[in-house]
Structures are given as C-alpha cells and as structure tokens.
C-alpha cells in the first residue's frame, strides 16, 4: 500500500537555526498539505499545494516559514529561524484531487526547539 | 467560518461494550466530514467519510459513523470495543472547494480490559 513519506521522523534543534522537513506524497497525488500539530491539540493545515502552486497558505507565518514544491511532487517545508513555540509534530497529507477527496498523512516528523 | 467540536476529551469503555466518540459540525454548504485515528508518535489513519448518500457510514476496523443534518453531528460508533482501539479520534470538516480541513481537538479513547 502506497504511503506518504517524511523526513526525518525527529529532530531537535536550538533557537535561531534553520530546519527542513521533507515529504515525498503518495504518486500521482496532486494536492499536497503540510500542517502542524501542537501537542493536545488537531493538525492545523499551514500550506496546500496543487500540484507545484500554493492554493492556501494563509495559515503560514511566512515570516520564518516557507514551503515549496517546485516539481509538483516532493515538497520542502523551512523554518528559518525557529523559535520555541514552533516545537510541534509536522505532518505531511496527499490527496489524489482538491474536492472531498481523502487526504492520506505521513508519519511526521516531531520537532523540538530548545 | 467551519468549526468542529469533539465534546469528550476522553472517553472511557470496557473491552466488548460498544463504543460512541461524538462530533459537532457547523460548515456553510455541504458538509464533507472524516474520522481520523492517531497512535502515539504517529501520523493521522483514514477510517472513514461522509459525502453524501447513505447517512449510515462503515469504515476500517468496524468503525461506523452516523451523519445527521439536523443535529449536526457525525457520532462515530463501533459494536464492540477492543484494547487495540485505544488511540486519539479526530473528527474534521470540509466544505469542498480546496479541501480544507478543519480538525477537533480529539478525543482519547481508552478501552480497558
């Protein structure tokens, strides 16, 4: 069964410096979500791609976040510099289409900021 | 603006006896509304949708979930828990269009043995 894919699945880092997050969507998937989820709290959607444009970014604090998706199929997320309320899990979702479509997540990846 | 609510933090129940974890809805249009399933350190497991048709939805690992339009609500529901269902539910919303989707804050189902 095909999966969404994420890297790296933990990373600890100081304040100020930049991380990066990696997600490789299911194929042929062309909508891809990036979301943040705050411990005790439900993912809340940062960015949506279809294919390699943004179609909903509002959520993004572009001031230290940036995302990108240049080939319409893996995607980077950035955090330059990171603070430590960004400590959080980053998750990844697909989805085949925009619409009522299912969105299928990665593991994620869980970030601490010390 | 679409919101979902999830009432119980927590919801308690014996191995065997049937399980309930609520959700409440408020969306403009057409509500297109999921359950998802979380294990720690892990990402979100689709269970199940509801678009449209049967208001009676049946999901992965005998998970069922009832839309009802009048009151707002997507229960989700199974006959007869298991330990292994032990895990943090999420409940969410779409309105279509690009798919957003708005999330609970979860519900921690403990089943106890």
């Known amino acids: 069964e095909a999966e969404v894919a994420q890297s790296p699945r933990y990373k600890i880092t100081e304040k100020s410096q930049a991380v990066a997050f990696w997600c490789d969507p299911i194929s042929g998937h062309a909508t891809l979500y990036w979301y943040r989820q705050i411990l005790g709290q439900g993912p809340e959607l940062l960015v949506q791609?279809?294919?390699?444009?943004?179609?909903?970014d509002s959520q993004l604090p572009k001031d230290r976040f940036s995302a990108e998706r240049l080939k319409g199929v893996d995607s980077t997320l950035k955090i330059q510099p990171a603070e430590l309320g960004d400590s959080a899990m980053y998750l990844c979702?697909?989805?085949?289409?925009?619409?009522?479509?299912?969105?299928?997540f990665g593991p994620g990846t869980r970030l601490l900021v010390l | 603006a679409q919101s979902v609510a999830q009432p119980e933090d927590q919801v308690n129940v014996a191995e065997g006896n049937p399980l309930t974890v609520k959700c409440t809805y408020s969306?403009?249009?057409?509500?297109?509304l999921f359950w998802y399933v979380q294990y720690p350190n892990r990402g979100l497991q689709f269970l199940l949708k509801y678009i449209t048709g049967d208001n009676l939805v049946k999901g992965s690992y005998g998970f069922e979930a009832e839309f009802n339009k009048s009151q707002t609500s997507f229960h989700l529901k199974k006959p007869s828990a298991l330990v292994s269902d032990s895990a943090l539910y999420f409940c969410a919303v779409s309105s279509g269009g690009y798919n957003k989707l708005i999330f609970g804050a979860g519900t921690r189902l403990a089943v106890h043995p």
């Open positions: 979702a697909s989805s085949v289409d925009t619409y009522e479509e299912t969105q299928y």
């Open positions: 791609f279809q294919d390699e444009s943004v179609v909903d």
């Open positions: 969306v403009s249009g057409n509500p297109y």
